[in-house]
Each structure stands twice: as structure tokens, then as C-alpha cells.
């Protein structure tokens, strides 16, 4: 049994099929608390050697993150969360150093997510070893 358990979400179909073992956790009882997460690079504020008015940088992040919470509410409530507690987390930061940060600040004790194995897996697998590596709590990831 996990008491708290992260699930990361970066909005593709690979991802969400971590969802599939999250809901038969709940289904069995194994977990006290779930958080879904999702990560957003913040806009640039440079492009092209021309600075962006720091209004416009603002309003793409916060369009950004209003994005990110609206897709994570829509994935929670497609959960029957079975009286388990739960929460939607968005953030902006580079992926996986924000992860680790958050898993850590949350206290939680698994890290669960999923990707698609593909034409780009020796990449893939790169990414999945950094992902792995950089967690101080377990990692399960379900390769498809």
C-alpha cells in the first residue's frame, strides 16, 4: 500500500494510460491520497534577440496554467476516486526537475506514469533512465 502516490500527466494518450493502474489501486484500496500533476515550460521571454513586454509573458503563463488545471480537473473527474483523496497540481518549470521538487515537497511515496515505446525508444529510454535517476522515491513506469 502507498499513502501518497504522484501521477504526472503531459496531456498525451501514453501518459494517461497510467490512469488505468491508478484506478485499479483505488479499486483495491492501495493508496490514501493521489495527486495528478502537470508540468508547463513557462513562455520565453526572449525571442529572437527581442524581449517580449513582460504583460504579454505574464497573460501566456497564466493562459498556460489555467490550460494545465482545466485538462487535469477534466481528468479527475473522469476518476472514481472511491473517497480517496486527491489533487490537481499545475506548474510551470522544466519537467522533471519541477516533478522531483513537487514529489518531494508532497512527501509522496511513488511516482507513477507512463509513455509509449516507439521508433524513438533508444531516446525514450535516455529520457526514462533521467526520469528514474532523478526521483528519491520509487518510479513505476509503464512502458506501452
Known amino acids: 500500500m502507498f499513502n501518497k502516490v504522484l501521477v504526472p500527466l503531459d496531456g498525451s494518450y501514453a501518459g494517461e494510460q497510467a490512469l488505468r493502474v491508478l484506478r485499479e489501486w483505488l479499486d483495491c484500496g492501495r493508496i490514501t491520497e493521489a495527486i495528478l500533476a502537470r508540468v508547463e515550460r513557462p513562455s520565453p521571454e526572449v525571442v529572437m534577440d527581442y524581449v517580449l513586454p513582460a504583460e504579454q509573458v505574464v497573460d501566456a503563463n497564466e493562459r498556460t496554467i489555467r490550460d494545465a488545471r482545466r485538462y487535469l480537473d477534466e481528468i479527475s473527474r473522469r476518476i472514481d476516486w472511491k473517497g480517496v483523496a486527491h489533487r490537481e497540481i499545475a506548474l510551470l518549470g522544466e ?8 514529489a518531494e515537497r508532497e512527501g509522496v511515496d511513488l511516482v507513477l506514469t507512463a509513455q509509449q515505446k516507439g521508433e524513438r525508444a533508444g531516446r525514450l529510454q535516455w529520457v526514462s533512465g533521467r526520469v528514474l535517476r532523478a526521483f528519491s522515491v520509487p518510479v513505476l513506469e509503464l512502458i506501452l
Open 95 to 102: 519537467p522533471i526537475p519541477t516533478l522531483v521538487r513537487l
